[in-house]
Nanobody
């Protein structure tokens, strides 16, 4: 079992940066992929960025060039550096961990087993 705790959310003006962090605890040695998802009110949850055990990354088209995902395996920490934020980036952001490859790719929620409680990001 893995526990995921996100932090770093908050309110920011459009164009500004924000950095999210996710700390994993518990059985973490077999994590295959980790990702960031977001869900805005009235909208479906969407994959934002993901990284696998080889360090390969995936990004949603809407955040490419603005967001950067990184993993510090020694510290069991996942981060999401978000730059040039837009009001449409406003959402609850969730960290997730997965344990195998997935035919739908790592931006699909089907690839993940454990989820954090989320951290709110508001861009105005």
């Amino acid at each position: 079992h893995v526990q995921l705790v996100e932090s770093g959310g908050g309110s920011v003006q459009a164009g500004g940066p924000l950095r999210l962090s996710c700390v994993a605890s518990g059985v973490t040695y077999n994590i295959y992929c980790m990702g960031w998802f977001r869900q805005a009110p009235g909208k479906e949850r969407e994959g934002v960025a993901a990284i696998d055990s080889d360090g390969s990354t995936s990004y949603a088209d809407s955040v490419k060039g603005r967001f950067t995902i990184a993993a510090d395996n020694a510290k069991d920490t996942l981060s999401l550096q978000m730059n040039s934020l837009k009001p449409e980036d406003t959402a609850m952001y969730y960290c997730a961990s997965g344990y195998s490859d997935n035919p739908s790719g790592f931006l699909s929620s089907a690839a993940y087993k454990y989820w954090g409680q989320g951290t709110q990001v508001t861009v105005s």
